[in-house]
T-cell receptor
């Protein structure tokens, strides 16, 4: 099935650094979502974006819905050890029941 | 507020044995319900979804089946497990179409 192109696949950074990851698609989505998954747990919704161009923050996290509606990015500022995990983007088309997921970005932080 | 419960958290089963994983949602009515499987270090694969009692859509041909006997209950089953059924199974719900999904804590299934 369709997947979103999420990059990078993995990141190894130092504590305190900023992080940036993105998702792109060849088709338009009406909603973009960002999830974080800790080891052995289910993904948790971080940010939901509903309008093209929308920029939304949740603490140190900022995400944007691209104006073409075909991409989104997630930034994490001043990373801390608990930011470690896998981040997934997901898109929803209008009237759709199913999410389309990216492959995930695995974030590792060196203290 | 809404909550989702999955059990068991971990399960070890022999090849050829049956399976029943249960998921329940509280605090909402007529949710969309979903079953996903996640292989180690991989992304999420949608297995089944349901928009109402008794309504099941299957996404991939496989050894598993799903049922929704009650509005907020979703069950994943198999009559005979295969080694390839090992994985991390996640249940999710959403209020309706177009809305974000919210995931349970998952069931780690190991087949021996």
């Amino acid at each position: 099935g369709q997947q979103l192109n999420q990059s990078p696949q993995s990141m190894f950074i130092q504590e305190g650094e900023d992080v940036s990851m993105n998702c792109t698609s060849s088709s338009i989505f009406n909603t973009w979502l960002w999830y974080k998954q800790d080891p052995g747990e289910g993904p948790v919704l971080l940010i939901a974006l509903y309008k093209a161009g929308e920029l939304t923050s949740n603490g140190r996290l900022t995400a944007q819905f691209g104006i073409t509606r075909k991409d989104s990015f997630l930034n994490i500022s001043a990373s801390i050890p608990s930011d470690v995990g896998i981040y997934f983007c997901a898109g929803l088309k209008q009237g759709a029941q199913k999410l389309v997921f990216g492959q995930g970005t695995r974030l590792t932080i060196n203290p | 507020s809404q909550t989702i419960h999955q059990w068991p958290a971990t399960l070890v089963q022999p090849v050829g044995s049956p399976l029943s994983l249960e998921c329940t949602v509280e605090g909402t009515s007529n949710p969309n319900l979903y079953w996903y499987r996640q292989a180690a270090g991989r992304g999420l694969q949608l297995l089944f979804y349901s928009v109402g009692i008794g309504q099941i859509s299957s996404e991939v041909p496989q050894n598993l089946s799903a049922s929704r006997p009650q509005d907020r209950q979703f069950i994943l089953s198999s009559k005979k497990l295969l080694l390839s059924d090992s994985g991390f199974y996640l249940c999710a719900w959403s209020n309706r179409d177009d809305q974000p999904q919210h995931f349970g804590d998952g069931t780690r299934l190991s087949i021996l």
